[in-house]
T-cell receptor, first 111, second 116 residues
């Protein structure tokens, strides 16, 4: 059973702080890793993807991948109330475009 | 990024009726599209892979005779929920892979189905 696990939260951080979201996956054959943001009642929107070990930065977002430990994380710097949403981690197993999603972490950025 | 549309955005129907949901790729061609279902406070569950010009591939536990998928063109896939029942009420979302050599998927806005 291929699994992607996330802490459901909610994770509460004050405005301006760094939010750290974590995800672990079970299959070492996983190749691609994605973070999606989903607002309540809306469909997911892609934030970042990462393929290689290490960090990948895009604006206030940094994805970190550690294949040896089978985890991928998302850091959000200078968190804003508009970042309050559910963040979904998704993993692509051995290509083919099929994604397996974690259950999501709810983030709340408080004023 | 690529744009994927869905229609309708929401639908309410009576138990026993059939509902068709359309998924379109607006600015690119998609030989493959995916259909997901999401129940409240749960994650997305892949239902099936829609393949242009051939039969859809269904995930384990998804009834292919109940959830009919047709991918008749490179820009349109349809999901028909046949003989809908209240337990089919959910958020149905389609997606299409990007064309840029990555594995990313772009999601449609979703269809909220409520079966009375």
């Amino acid at each position: 059973q291929k699994e992607v696990e996330q802490n459901s939260g909610p994770l509460s951080v004050p405005e301006g702080a760094i939010a750290s979201l974590n995800c672990t996956y079970s299959d070492r054959g996983s190749q691609s890793f994605f973070w999606y943001r989903q607002y309540s009642g809306k469909s997911p929107e892609l934030i970042m993807f990462i393929y290689s070990n290490g960090d990948k930065e895009d604006g206030r977002f940094t994805a970190q991948l550690n294949k040896a430990s089978q985890y991928v994380s998302l850091l959000i710097r200078d968190s804003q109330p508009s970042d309050s949403a559910t963040y979904l981690c998704a993993v692509n197993y051995r290509g083919g475009n099929k994604l397996t999603f974690g259950t999501g972490t709810q983030l709340k950025v408080e004023l | 990024g690529a744009v994927v549309s869905q229609h309708p955005s929401w639908v309410i129907c009576k138990s026993g009726t059939s509902v068709k949901i359309e998924c379109r790729s607006l600015d690119f061609q998609a030989t493959t599209m995916f259909w997901y279902r999401q129940f409240p406070k749960q994650s997305l569950m892949l239902m099936a892979t829609s393949n242009e010009g051939s039969k859809a591939t269904y995930e384990q536990g998804v009834e292919k005779d109940k959830f009919l998928i047709n991918h008749a063109s490179l820009t349109l896939s349809t999901l028909t929920v046949t003989s809908a029942h209240p337990e089919d009420s959910s958020f149905y979302i389609c997606s299409a892979p990007s064309q840029g050599g990555t594995d990313t998927q772009y999601f449609g806005p979703g269809t909220r189905l409520t079966v009375l």
